[in-house]
């Protein structure tokens, strides 16, 4: 199982810049797809980006051509790099595995505690 600590949220004005870190342990980062997943209060958990072992990326429509998504194997740690936020970015974002069989299988279903991120004026 892979532990996972989310940091780097905050409260940012419309058009500003986060940059979100996901630290993990527990030796397996190395071997799976890793993904940035957000979260509203009364809503399901939504995937938005992923990154797979090769550095393949992939977007959410609601967050391509804004966010980027990196990995830095060495250190076992995951990025958010997210430009031009919207209100509606506001959530609480979590990293994880990618894909779902992963988290369940691999994780357990486990998640970090996320990190907040508001987008207001």
């Known amino acids: 199982q892979v532990q996972l600590v989310e940091s780097g949220g905050g409260l940012v004005q419309p058009g500003g810049s986060l940059t979100l870190s996901c630290a993990t342990s527990?030796?397996?980062?190395?071997?799976?797809?890793m993904g940035w997943y957000r979260q509203t209060p009364g809503n399901q958990r939504e995937l938005i980006a992923y990154?797979?072992?090769?550095?393949?990326?992939n977007y959410d429509d609601s967050v391509k051509g804004r966010f980027t998504i990196s990995r830095d194997n060495a250190k076992s740690t995951v990025y958010l790099e997210m430009n031009n936020l919207k209100p509606e970015d506001t959530a609480t974002y979590f990293c994880?595995?990618?894909?779902?069989?992963?988290?369940?299988?691999?994780?357990?279903?486990?998640w970090g505690q996320g990190t907040q991120v508001t987008v207001s004026s």
């Open positions: 990154i797979t072992l090769d550095n393949r990326s």
């Open positions: 527990g030796g397996i980062f190395d071997l799976y797809a």
């Open positions: 994880n595995l990618y894909p779902q069989w992963a988290i369940t299988n691999v994780q357990g279903d486990s």
